[in-house]
């Protein structure tokens, strides 16, 4: 559970869950901008079904199967919870599947770039003038460059030359099908979240220049459930790509600002936050 410090604060694990076809090395040098910002946080960063170490396997169909899929590793390797998520895209719909079935194993959330029904159509959740490109992924031969290149473009503002080359490499090492990139279209496209905000603390972050998922989602979420939104000005949708210290420096602002609050209700009589405030 959460500790109070006077000039800092210690974490329950955190989990990193990426989006559609990403895997846990695609976040890069954003763990160790994390760990740093948010200092004592221990962050395990996981695969989704069919993405990175676990491309031989199917991805699922549905969200709620991934779910299933992270709970199990977490417990395979030992790692109880409390835990606080942070999650882009994907897999920021698998943390919110996460908060509404096992409100009891989480202590926050952070949602990055995340679109979900029923809060926004079809047309924001995915723009339509990537439909093209993201077909021609789908149905042709192309080299692990290419492919990359193209994801590229569509997700991040700021990439270089060799963020493509790492990224080029990492998809020659574990390549994603072609059937798991479409299991996967079709479990995003399936989730729909709940109406209300699940009784876990949460932080929404978007990208006011995401050229993927219009950040009207993000606001739309943020909007019904009530919860702290901010918005980065010139980032795509790969936000802890282009400024991952930006990202960082906004979960612990948060935190902080929360940890100063007093205590809601929330499962058995227990907030996942202690009740302390934090000294001023």
């Known amino acids: ?32 901008q994390f760990q740093q910002s948010v200092t004592g946080s221990q962050v395990v960063a996981l695969d989704l079904p069919g993405n990175g170490s676990l491309y031989q396997e199917s991805s699922p169909w549905c969200v709620q199967d991934m779910l299933a899929h992270c709970r199990q590793q977490l417990i395979h390797q030992g790692i109880k919870p409390p835990y606080s998520l942070l999650a882009m895209s994907l897999g920021g719909m698998v943390a919110v599947a996460w908060s509404s079935r096992h409100p009891q194993e989480i202590a926050s ?92 603390p949460t932080l929404v972050l978007a990208s006011e220049q995401d050229h993927l998922v219009s950040v009207e989602c993000s606001k739309a ?3 019904h459930w009530q919860c702290r939104l901010r918005i980065h000005t010139s980032a795509g949708h790969d936000l802890t790509l282009d400024d991952g210290p930006w990202v960082a420096a906004q979960v612990r602002a948060w935190l902080l600002d929360t940890l100063g609050m007093p205590p809601e209700p929330a499962f058995n009589g227990v907030h996942p936050l202690l009740s302390e405030a934090r000294s001023r």
């Open 1 to 32: 559970m959460y500790k109070h410090y006077r000039n800092g604060i210690e974490m329950s694990t955190w989990i990193f869950l990426r989006g559609l076809t990403r895997e846990r090395r695609h976040w890069g040098d954003f763990v160790e």
């Open 221 to 223: 979420l943020a909007k």
């Open 109 to 200: 959330n952070v949602l990055i770039n995340c679109s979900m029904r029923p809060f926004s159509p079809f047309y924001k959740r995915l723009r339509p003038a990537n439909y093209g490109a993201l077909l021609r992924l789908a149905f042709s031969n192309v080299t692990s460059e290419a492919w990359e290149r193209t994801v590229l473009r569509l997700t991040s503002n700021m990439a270089s030359d060799e963020i493509l080359s790492r990224w080029s490499g990492m998809r020659m090492e574990c390549p994603v099908s072609r059937a798991n990139a479409l299991r996967q279209l079709v479990a995003a496209a399936g989730f729909r979240a709940p109406e209300t905000q699940p009784p876990v």
